[in-house]
Nanobody, 125 residues
């Protein structure tokens, strides 16, 4: 069974950090670009970051640039999203998703074929 599973979400204070993981089972992520998206209540799903497969190119939304870092460990079949200096605006359900090879249309959810169930981040005192 092909599956993506996010983990690492939770409650954190403003200014704190979380590290999200996206683990795949049933197939290898080596030849996929992986995107992270988030969706806050009442808002549309938005692209946060993406990492390419063979080129390893990374892209970020302007709102998270300099605070979030995406990385991948193909040996563990896992992609990570390190989130630092979190604010209330970062509170959302975070999803990972796969698309073929590169992050060319990374900001469009429709460009991604397989999705995880999401992990929720709460930023609060």
């Amino acid at each position: 069974q092909v599956q993506l599973v996010e983990s690492g979400g939770g409650l954190v204070q403003p200014g704190g950090s979380l590290r999200l993981s996206c683990a795949a089972s049933g197939y290898t992520l080596d030849y996929y670009a992986i995107g992270w998206f988030r969706q806050a209540p009442g808002k549309e799903r938005e692209g946060v970051s993406c990492i390419g497969s063979t080129d390893g190119r990374t892209v970020y939304a302007e709102s998270v640039m300099g605070r979030f870092t995406i990385s991948r460990d193909n040996a563990k079949n896992t992609v990570y999203l390190q989130m630092d200096n979190l604010t209330h605006a970062d509170e959302a359900v975070y999803y990972c998703a796969t698309t073929a090879l590169y992050c060319g249309s990374w900001h469009r959810p429709t460009a991604f074929a397989s999705w995880g169930e999401g992990t929720h981040d709460t930023v609060s005192w």
